[in-house]
């Protein structure tokens, strides 16, 4: 186990010296991405003090749960709201209004679309209200970018380089003089700011840049020379945070050369650009080569502390990572519904490939992939508007998996496609090609990637022994740990894994024990006390089956059997839409991959009645016999699906107290040309458009459903199932009123669907 160190002390990592090595230490180094300096040691962090990260930790061989248990809530009611009232407009905004296709063909944003994200204010997400911008969160900010990620990245990219990173510096470490002089011209998009740190000598091994920036005599402004390559917006922007060597004298007189931060504008002369690059995808950004010549820079443009260049770089790019998950998440969701629809409407062999195991299982792990994403970006984005002061290792490895996952989804998805996939018109090879960058930018995974990935140990000792293969490897390796690739890789690996688990089992949790998702198979299996779960985090997610040979991964009898148990889900799969119920497919796929829960076997539904439901199309239920989901069980599926033949199949599953599960189906002529659809009033919000029920507790008055593109979780007042109905007539409300009211349930906010909005596409 690794030895604790106090704050300011700083431990040897020379051979097997008597203080053991510091993991930590080398964490920083690696994760950072750039933090190597040139002669091969270690640069000087400052003292390690004790950390909360729960990434940090595991390097020590210690559990420390606090930031991801419980999954973090951070947004209040009012900010949920104005979340919304963006979302919204936004996400209508890019349906309607830009045309990726276009964009790649012009190779720069439409101009229409650049107006209209002008006015949308999406050049300033994240600068203060004060200073002309929208002021959000970290976490609503990461809403945001997940929109963008769903519809073009080549936008996103624009739009990220130029906040995330160009003018983040001025946010972070600028004075307020600077942000006033700066921010509001950025926050309209008016000016554009771009990131320069990567030089021709220098991609990832930050620290051996070349560009020199040089006091003047008179001490008023910097002579700044040198050239950055790749630079996003470098061919558009006005505004650079660029990075270069200054001499500093030491106190022993020695003059030395560190990296300092300047704010550089175009208009100062000398700043040049070359011509756009050429490249594999996101073709609408502009990449280009940024160079300066001789450019006299106001020693008051100076960002940051003189020297400290390096930190500001490294805290813009770890601020800058979450967003790259979170926008990545909403790619991953929109493939994912293409591949979702294409397999229910495409027939081979007489069946729809929706039916056929293999698609089955690639949708499964699709949704899974993309399930974890979306968990790490939102509790990194919490991590941070909570203060949290060391989140950088969970923000890398939020962009290694974001990163790899989407890559993984969308080339998953062609498959799922087939021909159609690999063709224009499906928009999917448009998507792949612009997702390859990903792994590479803003630190390439490879490098991002640290230490060696634990095999060969038992499950419940991984964590523990994580910590001491750590050790072991600093003793036997000391600072050439750092060549040692082939292991840091897999231990890299291992915490990626691990780190994903928690944030899984977190969400599911919080949920669970809140009621904003009851009714699903998993949660009604899952056990809700925290204590238990934070303590079978140590043995759940299987290293030693995930990581060493994809054989090892092949499961035994007892999990395929609870694979099989999950089947009745798989029609459901492959429905439009219905992301939620790919969400708990790949909780059971991902955990019994990894023979994680010893659930035990999930007993078939057995038909429980078949009955006659023609009378309920395109009226209200007034029933004389009420169906088993308006019982005390909680109903686990309500699912809607029109039939060749025009008729609706209904079933409705219901979960009991004992565990048992109930179910009841039947057929109905359909009543018009749309599927049934749930009408319900609540807190929040309500789409308009036809969708499918996946969950509902009527007891508790809370229900997850999905649109054709989207899900989300909301708290509920009553529930009542129609067809799609002309103008309802105030007796056929009253009346369901008092079925309802007969059922103890509250019906004084019911409000008409017509004023209920559509929710978040998340």
Same mark, same amino acid.
């Given at each position: ?479 050439? %740990? ?90 459901? %799969? ?189």
């Amino acid at each position: 186990m690794a030895a604790s160190t106090r704050a300011g002390q700083r431990p040897s990592v020379e051979g097997c010296g008597s203080q053991a090595p510091q993991p930590i230490l080398l964490i920083i180094v690696w994760f950072s991405g750039v933090m190597v300096a040139p002669e091969g040691h270690i640069r000087d962090l400052g003292p390690i003090v004790e950390s909360t990260s729960f990434v940090m930790n595991l390097f020590n061989g210690k559990l420390v749960p606090d930031n991801v248990f419980p999954f973090p809530s951070v947004l209040s009611m009012e900010q949920m709201q104005f979340l919304q009232a963006l979302v919204d407009p936004c996400t209508r905004f890019f349906k309607e209004v830009n045309d990726p296709v276009e964009n790649e063909k012009l190779e720069s944003i439409e101009k229409t679309t650049l107006a209209g994200l002008k006015e949308m204010g999406a050049f300033g997400l994240q600068v203060p209200e004060e200073l002309g911008g929208v002021g959000l969160t970290n976490t609503q900010y990461a809403r945001m970018v997940e929109v963008v990620g769903v519809h073009d990245l080549g936008v996103g990219i624009s739009l990220g380089a130029h906040q995330s990173i160009g003018f983040k510096g001025i946010l972070l470490f600028g004075t307020q003089s600077q942000k006033e002089k700066y921010l509001p011209k950025l926050a309209s998009g008016e000016t554009i700011a771009a990131f320069c740190l990567t030089e021709p000598s220098s991609g990832s091994d930050a620290a051996s840049i070349k560009t020199l920036a040089e006091l003047s005599e008179c001490g008023k402004f910097y002579t700044l020379n040198g050239g950055k390559i790749w630079i996003s917006n470098g061919g558009i922007a006005e505004i650079f945070t660029v990075f270069a060597k200054t001499p500093i004298k030491q106190p022993t007189g020695e003059v030395k050369d560190k990296i300092s931060a300047f704010i550089v504008e175009r208009a100062f002369g000398g700043v040049t650009s070359g011509p756009p690059e050429k490249k594999m995808g996101i073709k609408c950004s502009n990449t280009a080569e940024v160079h300066f010549d001789n450019v006299k820079v106001p020693a008051e443009n100076l960002l940051g502390e003189l020297g400290k260049g390096f930190l500001v770089a490294m805290n813009i790019l770890n601020n800058g990572r979450f967003g790259m998950a979170s926008a990545l998440a909403g790619t991953m969701r929109g493939v994912i519904v293409k591949a979702v629809d294409h397999a229910a409407n495409r027939k081979q062999f007489g069946d729809k490939i929706s039916n056929y195991g293999a698609i089955q299982e690639k949708v499964a792990r699709m949704a899974m992939l993309h399930y974890v994403t979306e968990s790490m970006a939102y509790v990194v984005s919490a991590n941070m508007d909570m203060k949290v002061p060391d989140y950088m290792l969970e923000a890398a490895i939020s962009k290694i998996f974001a990163s790899e996952a989407a890559w993984h989804v969308t080339d998953e998805c062609i498959q799922v496609l087939g021909g159609m996939g690999y063709m224009q018109e499906a928009g999917v090879e448009r998507v792949l090609r612009d997702l390859r960058i990903f792994r590479i930018f803003e630190g390439t995974n490879d490098i991002l990637r640290l230490f060696v990935a634990l095999t060969g140990v038992e499950v419940t000792r991984a964590i523990d022994l994580f910590g001491e293969a750590i050790e072991s490897l600093l003793l036997k390796y000391g600072e050439k %740990v750092i060549d040692e690739q082939f292991h840091l890789k897999r231990v890299a690996d291992a915490a990626i894994d691990i780190y994903g688990m928690a944030v899984v089992i977190s969400r599911y949790v919080r949920l669970a024990e809140e009621s904003e998702c009851l009714g699903t198979v998993f949660l009604a299996w899952l056990p809700t006390d925290p204590p238990r779960l934070r303590k079978a985090l140590v043995g759940t997610w299987c290293l030693c089956r995930r990581v060493p040979t994809p054989v090892a991964c092949l499961p035994q009898r007892p999990v395929q059997s609870e694979w099989r148990s999950g089947s009745h889900l798989h029609p459901q %799969v492959t429905m439009p839409g219905t992301l939620a119920q790919l969400s708990v497919l790949f909780s059971l796929l991902h955990i019994t991959e990894g023979q994680t829960f010893s659930w035990g076997p999930c007993p078939d539904p057995p038909v429980q009645e078949n009955f006659d439901v023609t009378k309920y199309v395109g009226k209200w239920y007034e029933i004389e016999k009420l169906p088993a989901s308006f019982e005390k069980g909680i109903c686990i599926q309500a699912n809607y699906s029109l039939k060749e033949n025009g008729k609706i199949k209904v079933i409705n599953q219901e979960l009991l107290s004992d565990g048992r599960i109930n179910q009841i189906e039947g057929e109905a002529v359909q009543a018009d040309d749309e599927l049934a659809k749930l009408g319900v009033s609540f807190y929040w919000f309500m789409p308009s458009s036809p969708y499918w029920v996946l969950s509902t507790d009527y007891e508790n008055y809370s229900m997850v459903y999905s649109c054709t593109t989207f899900i989300w979780l909301f708290h509920v007042e009553y529930a009542w199932i129609l067809s799609r109905t002309p103008q309802l007539q105030p007796e056929t409300v009253e009346r369901l009123k008092n079925l309802l009211r007969s059922y103890k349930i509250d019906t004084e906010k019911m409000r008409p669907t017509d004023q209920i909005n559509c929710p978040p596409e998340m």
